[in-house]
């Protein structure tokens, strides 16, 4: 059985602000920078043998942060990058709604046929975060891995894992640090646990 534990990266300014980050290069906050750590001290105590991250800084952090603390390197794949926002990157959430009302509107109702000016769509990320996940299990068959990445590369992944269409994406929430588990057994995946931030019950 090969273990994959998918996370999400820790708090940014552009979260708090409800902006749109895509693949701008946003760092952590020093919460997210706690969230880290404290998913780090979590994660110790299972047994990893390899982790991966998006090529963005904010996950490559987090993932790094965990690789230091149990003594393993991170490598880092572009394609589990989160999903390209085009023209609403670095605009906020009210901004966008006023200025690309239209395009919004599709976004929230039917966000797997939004098409977002300048962006990739979620079809898109769902198929290029997908090709670098099965390469990964499919190398480290048996084995427990650890991808860092995005939440909305994250909810693409895995509705596409668990073969749940895209229009049901917003009916996962994904927060900073969460960890997913899924297990890839001999008759296909199964999903363990979604969304767990038991580690960060003591921080505000």
């Not at 059985?1 to 990266?9: A, N």
């Not at 980050?21 to 110790?44: H, R, V, Y």
């Not at 906020?92 to 098409?115: C, G």
């Amino acid at each position: 059985m090969t273990r994959l534990y998918l996370v999400r990266h820790g708090q940014t300014k552009w979260n708090l602000e409800f902006r749109a980050q895509g693949s701008q290069n946003i760092e952590l906050t020093d919460k997210g920078k706690m969230q880290a750590a404290l998913l780090a001290e979590k994660m110790k105590k299972y047994k990893i043998d390899s982790i991966y991250s998006s090529n963005l800084d904010r996950a490559y952090e987090t993932a790094l942060t965990l690789g230091e603390k149990i003594g393993i390197p991170v490598s880092k794949i572009n394609d589990l990058r989160e999903m390209s926002f085009g023209d609403w990157e670095g605009l906020t959430m009210d901004e966008i709604q006023k200025t690309y009302k239209s395009h919004y509107t599709v976004w929230r109702d039917q966000p797997h046929e939004a098409q977002i000016p300048g962006g990739e769509t979620l079809v898109e990320v769902q198929k290029r975060a997908l090709r670098a996940v099965y390469d990964i299990v499919k190398e480290n068959e048996g084995k427990n891995i650890v991808i860092v990445s995005h939440g909305v590369a994250i909810k693409s992944i895995l509705l596409g894992i668990m073969d749940i269409d895209l229009s049901n994406f917003y009916k996962i929430s994904l927060d900073n640090t969460c960890i997913n588990i899924i297990d890839f057994k001999d008759y296909g995946p199964v999903l363990v646990s979604l969304n767990d931030t038991c580690h960060l019950e003591n921080i505000k």
